[in-house]
């Protein structure tokens, strides 16, 4: 739902629903070129950030989390859109992370640019479609870096050994339906 709609169907009259949306546009063009100027995201990243970093703010405010302080509205907003940006970008490094360790796996070299751009987007949602154990474990693993010992603390799973079975296991099953779906967009990867 666009953001407009959003504020529109929860304001009761026409007069606050036409301040917000002036308040939207005022702070939209500058928030797209400060977050395409300081961080390495697409315009149309950007966008959407700052749809979600408006619907955030406009909550906060209902809900009574912010009120007025020491900072601007404009200063709140692009602090919240901040927040959103790095967890883009963080989301976006994981799933580099994952993709390179595994065209490291298949002796791929070099994927050319826009079968790089390709492969991102189905580990992207790849990752979405991952059980939740699985995507937990990997994460665990591969980001925070933990040991099997703590991973299998923290899943409940009995020992270590169950924690090594179980990253075994999804990294396989990751592989697996990466490489086939990248086979189906026409990406071959090495023999």
Not at 11 to 33: A, D
Not at 132 to 148: H, S
């Given at each position: 739902m666009k953001i407009l709609d959003y504020i529109r169907k929860n304001n009761r009259s026409r007069e ?107 580990v992207s949602e790849l990752l979405e479609e991952a059980d939740t154990d699985c995507n937990k474990v ?48 026409g990406i071959i990867l090495g023999k």
């Amino acid at each position: 739902m666009k953001i407009l709609d959003y504020i529109r169907k929860n304001n009761r009259s026409r007069e606050m629903g036409k301040e917000i949306e002036n308040l939207y546009e005022l702070y939209k063009q500058p928030f797209i070129l400060f977050a395409i100027s300081n961080y390495p995201i697409s315009k149309d990243t950007a966008i959407d950030i700052y749809q979600e970093s408006f619907t955030a703010m406009y909550q906060n405010i209902r809900s009574g989390k912010y009120t007025e302080r020491n900072v601007s509205l404009k200063t709140y907003l692009f602090e919240i859109g901040k927040h959103h940006i790095f967890k883009y970008i963080n989301k976006e490094q994981k799933e580099n992370d994952i993709l390179q360790m595994l065209a490291s796996e298949w002796n791929v070299r070099q994927f050319p640019p826009e079968e790089w751009n390709e492969a991102q987007k189905i580990v992207s949602e790849l990752l979405e479609e991952a059980d939740t154990d699985c995507n937990k474990v990997l994460i665990l693993y591969y980001w925070e870096r933990r040991k099997m010992e703590e991973i299998a603390r923290y899943m409940n799973y009995k020992t270590e050994q169950v924690a090594k079975n179980k990253k075994s296991s999804c990294l396989r099953r990751l592989s697996f339906e990466l490489k086939r779906r990248l086979e189906s967009v026409g990406i071959i990867l090495g023999k």
